[in-house]
């Protein structure tokens, strides 16, 4: 099994850089919700890989079987999941674009792409409300960025 590090960014206990899983060589992105996020690439497929220890994956878990059932473009594709050394792993499609921070720090947004946002959030909850999943699954994923 890898070696475990410390990340120059502070967090501790994450894999090394570019280190194979599976066939996903993982990159360290960023700490949040008591996972660590990885950018996978397998391959021409890049997705978001999540690591939770195996003993704290039923969260994770579940909101895996609840992707395994729901279809819309505004949630993300469940890729694969797996356990290895004691750790759950959840790969989903790589969200595109530009974080929402960083967005929000380089301009102030228009009226317009304002309600367009809310627009489409409105869109999701009106899609997950009959799945009796909402607000759990959105609620997990949500970060500051």
Request: proline share 6%; hydrophobic share 40%; glycine share 8%.
């Amino acid at each position: 099994m890898n070696a475990r590090v410390a990340h120059p960014s502070g967090a501790q206990d994450v894999l090394p850089d570019q280190v194979e899983l599976r066939g996903w060589r993982l990159s360290f992105l960023e700490h949040a919700g008591g996972e660590n996020l990885y950018r996978g690439l397998a391959c021409e497929l890049q997705g978001l890989v999540r690591e939770c220890p195996a003993a704290l994956a039923q969260p994770l878990r579940n909101e895996e079987e609840q992707l395994r059932k729901l279809s819309h473009a505004c949630l993300p594709e469940l890729l694969e999941s797996f356990e290895v050394g004691g750790y759950f792993y959840m790969v989903t499609g790589f969200p595109q674009g530009i974080r929402l921070d960083q967005k929000m720090a380089t301009q102030s947004q228009p009226e317009s792409a304002l309600l367009e946002w809310a627009q489409t959030l409105v869109g999701l909850v009106d899609y997950l409300a009959p799945h009796s999943i909402f607000p759990k699954i959105v609620a997990r994923s949500l970060v500051r960025s």
